[in-house]
C-alpha cells in the first residue's frame, strides 16, 4: 500500500524581474520531483500559494506587500522567493518593503550561501580547473550592518547640510548563535574549519564584541579548526587560496559581499542559491537565489533558474529531505555538465531549455 504524501504549504512570491520566471521554473522542477516519489516510501507533495507582492504591487498600492502579509505566511511550512527591485521604485523601499520585513520579523538569522562549482560551467579562476573547490558563506542575517538603525536630520539646513547615521548593531546573542550555527555546519563537512571574517583593526567596537565571542565559542569545538581573517584579507583568499575555505561565517554585510565574491568565482550569480532559515522552526524559512532582479533580461527567457533550484534544494533539505535535495542537485550537475547553460555561463540555452533539462534529469 502506497503511503499518504507528506503534503508541503509553500508561499510562493516571485516578486519582480527575473524573479517571476526563476520561481516559476523552480515550481515546475519541484513539481516534477514530488511526481516521480509517489511510489517511494516517503512519498510528499507541494500545495502552492502565490503572492503577488513587489514593486508592480507597490505602484499600485504604495506598499510592498499587505499590511497583514505577515500573519498569513507565518503558517507556511516555507517561502519561495524570487527577486526584489525595479526602476521607479527606490532600492531602499523594495527591499526594506518586501524581502528584509519577512526576514526580520521571523527572525531569520541564519543566512546559508553555498559556492559550488559546478561542471560545465567555467570559473575565471584557474585554480579551478584542477582543484576541488567547495565552500559555504554562513551570514548573520538579522542585525549588524543592516539593523536599520539610524536616520536623516538637519535637511532644512540647506543644500549640503544634511546629516546620515547609519549603526550597526552587535549583540552577544547574535554573535553566538550564527557562530554556533556555522560551527555544528562545519561538523557535517568533509574538512571540519570555520573561518571567522572580521575588522577589528578598523571597528573596535561591534567587531571586537564578533572577535571575543567567536574565540569563547570555538573553545566548545576543539575538533574543528578556526581562524580569523580580515574582512579585505578574506576577499584575496576567495581569489588565491579558496581551497583553504570551508565554512565562512561573516556579519551582514561582510557576508553578502563575500557570497557575491564567491558566485562569481563559480561562474555567475546566477547560479548562487541561498536559505534564509529560522532555525528554531518558530517562523517559515525562505529560500531564494541570490541574484537580483536584472530589469534588462526580464521577460526575455533568458534568466538562470539554476540558482533558484538549488534554493529549492535546500530548501528539501530543511524539510527533512537530504536524498531529494541530493537528487535535485544531481539534476544540476547533469545539466550544466552536459553543456545546457543560459547566456551568463557562456551558453545560448533558454530558461525553458534549462527548466526542462533539469526535470528530463530527475527521470533518467
Known amino acids: 500500500m502506497t503511503a499518504a504524501p507528506r503534503t508541503f504549504r509553500i508561499a510562493a512570491i516571485p516578486a519582480d524581474g527575473v524573479g517571476k520566471e526563476v520561481v516559476a521554473a523552480g515550481r515546475s522542477v519541484l513539481d516534477a520531483l514530488a511526481e516521480t516519489s509517489r511510489d517511494s516510501a516517503e512519498p510528499f507533495a507541494f500545495d502552492w500559494e502565490e503572492f503577488p507582492w513587489g514593486c508592480e504591487y507597490y505602484t499600485r498600492t504604495g506598499k510592498m506587500m499587505d499590511e497583514d502579509g ?17 526602476p521607479g521604485v527606490p532600492d531602499h523601499v523594495s527591499l526594506w518593503g518586501l524581502r528584509l520585513r519577512i526576514c526580520q520579523n521571523f527572525d531569520q538569522w541564519a543566512n546559508v550561501r553555498p559556492v559550488h562549482f559546478l561542471p560545465g560551467v567555467r570559473s575565471p579562476l584557474r585554480k579551478a580547473d584542477d582543484t576541488e573547490l567547495d565552500w559555504v558563506v554562513v551570514r548573520e542575517n538579522s542585525e549588524g550592518e543592516y539593523a536599520g538603525l539610524g536616520g536623516r536630520n538637519f535637511g532644512g539646513r540647506g543644500p549640503g547640510g544634511e546629516v546620515a547615521v547609519q549603526s550597526a548593531l552587535f549583540t552577544e546573542v547574535g554573535c553566538e548563535r550564527i557562530m554556533r550555527f556555522a560551527f555544528d555546519l562545519a561538523r557535517t563537512r568533509d574538512r571540519r574549519k570555520v573561518s571567522s571574517v572580521t575588522k577589528s583593526n578598523a571597528q573596535q567596537y561591534g567587531m571586537v564584541l564578533w572577535d571575543d565571542v567567536f574565540k569563547r565559542v570555538a573553545l566548545d569545538y576543539p575538533d574543528v579548526e578556526t581562524e580569523s581573517v580580515l574582512v ?25 559581499i563575500l557570497s557575491d565574491l564567491g558566485s562569481a568565482l563559480a561562474g555567475s550569480l546566477g547560479l548562487a542559491a541561498s536559505a534564509n532559515l529560522n532555525p528554531e522552526r518558530r517562523f517559515p524559512s525562505m529560500f531564494e537565489p541570490v541574484h537580483g532582479s536584472a530589469p534588462d533580461i526580464a521577460g526575455q527567457g533568458l534568466a538562470n533558474p539554476i540558482g533558484a533550484v538549488g534554493s529549492a534544494a535546500l530548501m528539501l533539505e530543511h524539510f527533512g529531505l537530504p536524498d531529494q535535495a541530493a537528487r535535485l542537485n544531481k539534476a544540476i550537475e547533469a545539466t550544466t555538465g552536459a553543456g545546457i547553460l543560459t547566456r551568463d555561463v557562456g551558453g545560448t540555452a533558454t530558461t525553458e531549455d534549462v527548466t526542462k533539462a533539469l526535470i528530463d534529469a530527475l527521470s533518467a
Do not use: H, T
Open 232 to 256: 579585505d584579507a578574506m576577499s584575496a583568499k576567495f581569489v588565491l587560496r579558496p581551497e583553504d575555505l570551508s565554512v565562512v561565517v561573516a556579519s551582514n554585510l561582510n557576508a553578502d
Open 70 to 86: 505577515l500573519e498569513r505566511l507565518k503558517d507556511f511550512d516555507a517561502i519561495y522567493f524570487g527577486a526584489v527591485g525595479w
